[in-house]
């Protein structure tokens, strides 16, 4: 056959991998989703010699004209079914045992154009329909074979300026380019070795030197040597010539496999990123770096390590959270456990890693396109080891849940202040002038008027004294009808100082903002300190008891409310529950995470919900939940080891017990959640940590039947500057995709309710030193458009 005869391959047959739901990412909150596309496909030597080689080549295009991304890769075209993309992919043989490496606009038709390899063959292969399920091949040059028969090293790019793309291709360990003719059915390709002596494996393309054009990156052999241990740039003289001239800029300590050029360090100025290849692969000792490219480019190139592990054949730079920088993109190719890594730049160059999946083996690929056409960057890959497979993981960083959140604060003049103190203790809200809009309440230890009321008007908040001197109001509250008047009267404890708790009469419907409510005391003995309250019925006989921590008693007390609560000095009170400074599981997150004056195994959080069905309410707090029974409390223990934690409850697994949440409230720790199976607390890490994540709340935020998870972290003067306020929204299966509210400020007891009487969700956001006095108010403007800022 001719080099410039064409053949036709005969449509073999659209095969059709079953419907396929969107299976999820491993990780429990992570806005990634993992589509199996295929578990089926065919290897190079299930068709031709030699038996063990495997495809190389992957690309993303439109090859049907639907305005949808379709994958290539080998021998078979994978067509895009569009919306979540978790419906059908229709899967097209080629008809022929090529690789196809790119999709690129060959000859300017409305039919698709596919690069594909057989070294020493190269092949063009365009669509005969405007479906993409028939196809034809030309023969447009040759290259040497590699000693993988077909080449790793493939690019596509601007080389050559004005015109079609180029593209180039390593072979024989060397580099050459083609350049498309304007005739490409009749005229010959121009095919030119630019670089020499090379590896088979990863190029880079881009402008290294500055004058727009694009450059090469490579690895390159010493001499008499096999593998590639020298990282190359070569200068494009911009006119098509070969040979270009190279300059070494550093040594790798194993091959040189898949590199990439980009500025990682906003210095306007082109890096070169590089990872290394291990074979058999069996250590954890590969390595990805990057060479930061000097003022002068002749001087010493910087390399700079990012992570050592296991062998990673799969590189892509891309700004992948749409904040300026070039983020990387790798996955192992071997080891235990297959991370999928998404490294977020700073901007700088430094980079913290996420793991967007584990167990999945990708070899080449790991590449990002957008394939469902919502803004972000997805992720395709196939692999090597579980050459049967193809990728795809959709990126839901754009949520269809995100919301337009209008910010109303203190520092704007929207409201006014608490008072002049800057240590807001406490927050609570409760509808306490029954006009069917939830209210708000801030607490402060430091001065007066120690409680303020925020009453809900029609342009906004009016502030009321509710506690017109300072008092000594520790965090935690809670509301109840303790006078049974109808109306929701509310208490608060008192800090390390003060061995009281107090709750307030609500004088519905005389209300006068100057005018404080009356205050009576539930506790005013025994041990200080008294961090969260919380009414309910405990011992299920149909009446409301208040349960607080008293951590000077290192107690849990139960109060009966009393029969004329305004006329006793103290409500009846029973220790349910006390825990030992002398014996305690060594803390989840240590001691060094915990703040200073933390005591020794502590307790705060509280939560109330029926864990065993038996229609009672349990309380959840200490790492623990009790349980009324035979006229006590029993202790039952979920983690003993998460001390000084937050507590909430909810059915975010559908079936069998409620799942419990622990998270850390001072210091910094994880956010961990706890599910009922065969007799044991079974723990699932949802966030690896939080920075004083002191907010955390269960709600059903976009009214699908399945709960969320409010969080928000808290600041103290200029630390933590990324705490987020962040509601995770839950699937149902225990996982859950993140939504950001909002970065950079410190909230403290945040609580999330409707403050405007619209029906959905707002947030009230107040810190506890951080710019205190202080009050931020997020209000929920219903769901973002894509063309909204």
């Known amino acids: 056959m001719s080099k410039t005869s064409l053949f036709s391959i005969a449509f073999l047959g659209l095969l059709f991998i079953g419907s396929i739901n969107a299976l999820r990412a491993q990780s429990p909150v992570n806005n990634w989703s993992y589509i199996e596309i295929d578990n089926d496909k065919s290897k190079w030597g299930d068709y031709a010699e030699p038996d063990w080689l495997r495809y190389f080549g992957l690309d993303m295009g439109d090859l049907n004209g639907d305005g949808q991304k379709d994958i290539v890769t080998g021998r078979w075209v994978y067509l ?324 337009n959140w209008k910010l109303y604060s203190t520092s704007k003049g929207d409201m006014a202040v608490p008072n002049s103190g800057n240590q807001q203790t406490a927050s609570l809200v409760v509808d306490a002038d029954k006009d069917g809009i939830m209210d708000f309440f801030i607490a402060e230890r430091t001065a007066a008027p120690a409680l303020t009321w925020y009453r809900h008007i029609d342009n906004g908040w009016e502030r009321y004294v509710v506690e017109d001197g300072p008092l000594l109001i520790e965090a935690g509250s809670a509301s109840y009808d303790i006078d049974g008047d109808g109306d929701q009267d509310i208490v608060f404890g008192g800090e390390s100082g003060s061995n009281e708790v107090w709750w307030w009469e609500n004088p519905y419907p005389n209300f006068n903002p100057k005018v404080p409510w ?120 979920i983690d003993a080891s998460y001390t000084f934690s937050r507590s909430v409850a909810g059915q975010f697994v559908e079936g069998g017990r409620p799942e419990v949440l622990l998270v850390v409230g001072d210091g910094k720790g994880p956010l961990n959640m706890y599910e009922w199976i065969k007799g044991t607390w079974q723990k699932t890490e949802l966030l690896e940590e939080l920075d004083n994540g002191h907010t955390i709340d269960v709600i059903d935020f976009n009214g699908d039947g399945k709960l969320d998870i409010f969080s928000a972290e808290m600041r103290f003067g200029e630390g933590n500057p990324d705490a987020k306020v962040r509601i995770l929204l839950g699937d149902g299966k225990g996982h859950f995709k993140e939504m950001t509210v909002v970065k950079g400020y410190g909230v403290h007891e945040g609580r999330i309710v409707d403050l405007d009487g619209d029906g959905d969700y707002d947030i009230l956001g107040k810190p506890y030193t951080w710019k205190a006095p202080l009050i931020n108010i997020w209000i929920n403007e219903g769901p973002k458009s894509a063309t909204d800022d």
């Open 80 to 403: 895009n079914p569009g919306g979540d993309l978790s419906a059908q992919w229709t899967k097209v043989d080629l008809g022929h045992n090529v690789d196809g490496i790119f999709v690129m606009d060959v000859d300017g038709d409305d039919y698709a154009d596919i690069i594909a390899q057989a070294l020493p063959n190269v092949y063009w292969l365009e669509a005969t329909n405007k479906k993409g399920t028939a196809w034809k091949a030309t023969k447009i040059g040759e290259v040497p074979a590699t000693s993988h028969t077909n080449s790793q090293g493939f690019e596509k790019g601007q080389i050559i300026a004005g015109g079609r793309e180029e593209f180039v291709i390593a072979g024989g360990n060397n580099i050459y380019s083609f350049e498309i003719p304007k005739n490409p059915e009749k005229d010959k390709w121009k095919v030119t070795l630019i670089a020499a002596n090379t590896s088979d494996e990863g190029i880079g393309l881009g402008d290294i030197d500055g004058d727009g054009d694009i450059d090469i990156a490579a690895g390159r052999r010493p001499e008499g040597g096999d593998e590639p241990l020298t990282v190359v740039w070569y200068e494009n003289p911009g006119d098509g010539n070969s040979n270009w001239k190279s300059y070494e800029i550093g040594k790798t300590n194993h091959p040189a496999d898949r590199l990439a050029i980009a500025d990682l360090d906003g210095d306007a100025k082109a890096d070169i990123i590089v990872t290394e290849e291990r074979y058999p692969g069996l250590e954890p000792d590969a390595n990805l770096f990057w060479y930061k490219q000097p003022m002068d480019r002749a001087d010493e190139w910087k390399r700079i390590r990012i992570v050592t592990q296991y062998s990673m054949n799969n590189l892509d730079v891309k700004d992948m959270d749409h904040d300026g920088d070039m983020d990387i993109v790798t996955s192992e190719h071997k080891g235990p456990g297959l991370e999928l890594q998404l490294w977020r730049n700073n901007g700088k160059g430094v980079f913290v890693k996420k793991v967007l999946d584990t167990g999945k083996e990708s070899h080449l690929g790991a590449q990002v396109k957008d394939m469902d056409g919502d803004g972000d960057l997805d992720i395709v890959s196939i692999g090597w080891d579980q050459y049967q497979k193809v990728h795809l993981w959709r990126n839901d960083e754009i949520s269809k849940e995100t919301r």
């Open 518 to 637: 009356n205050r009576y005391t539930i506790k005013k003995s025994g041990a200080n300190k008294h961090h969260d309250q919380l009414f309910g019925d405990f011992d299920g006989d149909g009446e409301q008891e208040l349960v607080f921590w008293n951590q000077g008693a290192a107690a849990l007390i139960l109060a009966e409310i009393p029969a004329d609560p305004k006329n006793v000095d103290e409500w009846q009170l029973q220790t349910i529950y006390r825990y030992s400074n002398d014996s305690e599981m060594e803390p989840l997150v240590g001691i060094n995470g915990y703040p200073g004056w933390q005591t020794v195994n502590e307790h705060e959080g509280l939560f109330k919900i029926d864990i065993d069905g038996d229609g009672i309410e349990d309380i959840v707090g200490g790492g623990r939940w009790f349980k009324y029974h035979d006229g006590k409390f029993m202790e039952n223990i």
